[in-house]
């Protein structure tokens, strides 16, 4: 009995330890948009003034394979269904952590002496990351209304290789679209 209670303690902290680790990506959509109208697709039109950057033709190559697994194909925007908008922010952020060590008050006696053995000390450590966040939007061509948008947000990891960026990226885009269509 012992034994089964322990494996599903371990299974339990296994699962949450799991469930921390798995990106957070929110998907929100219109309830009144006809979703199997859509056969065609184009990106939203840049003003052309700037490079487009590695990120965002890793994310357009997702983005694009994705659709094509549902069936959807590339058009002019003037002519297509949806229009697909992205956004791709970064944030400076911080981890501060406070640990506290070996401060402990114990009882002595009869006499209710109460002494500090240690006394202890606080570390503190204080981590910089970036947190990236990428927003999709699939955007009605007739009505210019947005339609269905997935957002996720993630710890970037700079010491990633090209390969394992388009990898990562790939991996959120797809799980971002496993929540299309929303029905």
């Known amino acids: 009995m012992l034994n089964r209670v322990m494996l599903i303690a371990i299974l339990a902290m ?10 957070r990506i ?15 697709y184009a990106f939203v039109p ?19 394979d994705e659709m094509a697994l549902a069936g959807y ?11 697909v908008n992205y956004l791709i922010v970064g944030r ?29 000390y606080t570390s503190v450590y204080v981590q910089n990351y970036t947190e990236g966040t990428l927003v999709i939007e699939l955007v009605d061509r007739a009505s210019e209304q947005v339609v269905w948008r997935s957002v996720t947000k993630e710890r970037l990891k700079p010491e990633q290789t090209p ?3 388009d990898a990562f990226i790939r991996q959120r885009v797809a799980l971002m679209f496993q929540q299309y269509p929303p029905y």
Request: aromatic letters at 12%; glycine letters at 8%.
């Open 14 to 23: 296994a699962l949450v330890a799991c469930a921390a680790q798995a990106p």
């Open 26 to 40: 929110e998907t929100d959509f219109s309830q009144e948009y006809n979703f199997s109208q859509i056969k065609s």
């Open 46 to 64: 840049g003003d052309g003034s700037n490079a487009t950057s590695l990120y965002s033709q890793r994310i357009e190559q997702a983005i694009t």
């Open 73 to 83: 194909r590339p058009a002019e925007a003037a002519s297509a269904d949806v229009l």
């Open 92 to 120: 400076e952020k911080q981890d501060i952590r406070t640990y506290h060590h070996g401060s402990a008050f114990h009882y002595y006696g009869r006499y209710r002496h109460y002494g500090c053995i240690g006394c202890g």
């Open 163 to 165: 390969d394992q960026r």
